[in-house]
């Protein structure tokens, strides 16, 4: 249970840290991540009988979050989000490994499943502090990769 709360300690720091200090798409990326992992933490855990099978629950959550972040990697002028969809992707294929092999070991997919969540947050971290660069050097950072206003 400890890795649990050291990781809803790290992830809202880190989320606090892009809320405060990211531009939108940081911002975003946070609110996409604190809402799927608020969304996971509703959901019933038995840790007897959890990982004995894919909880199709999860692996909804999990693709929700996977559009959301193609659409930030899509649209902002950034290139963390493209390695935080990539990352993600694979925290999705686990869950079809898990599907499709039935022999797979649970603490082996519990521990692949959680693991993924670390470099995600290290990427996002990265992130807001490559945007505070550049709005230190140029004075400011575009948030995505084209402009609203051209769609009048």
């Known amino acids: 249970m400890t890795h649990i709360y050291v990781f809803n300690i790290v992830q809202g720091l880190i989320c606090l840290y892009a809320l405060t200090m990211g531009g939108w798409p940081e911002r975003?990326?946070?609110i996409l991540l604190l809402a799927a992992t608020g969304a996971t933490l509703m959901l019933a855990f038995e840790p007897s009988t959890h990982f004995r099978t894919t909880?199709?629950?999860e692996v909804a959550i999990d693709i929700v979050l996977m559009g959301?972040?193609?659409t930030i990697a899509m649209l902002a002028n950034r290139f963390w989000p493209l390695w935080l969809a990539a990352l993600h992707l694979l925290g999705?294929?686990?869950h079809g490994v898990r599907g499709l092999d039935a022999n797979l070991m649970p603490w082996m997919y519990g521990m692949a499943e959680g693991k993924i969540a670390y470099p995600m947050l290290g990427i996002l971290g990265i992130?807001?502090?490559r945007h505070?660069?550049?709005?230190?050097r140029h004075g400011r950072d575009p948030?995505?990769?084209?402009s609203w206003r051209d769609f009048r």
Do not use: Y
């Open 68 to 70: 959301g972040l193609i």
């Open 55 to 57: 909880d199709m629950r």
């Open 143 to 146: 948030d995505w990769a084209f």
């Open 28 to 30: 975003c990326g946070a």
């Open 132 to 136: 505070q660069i550049r709005v230190a």
């Open 127 to 129: 992130g807001v502090l």
């Open 92 to 94: 999705i294929g686990i």
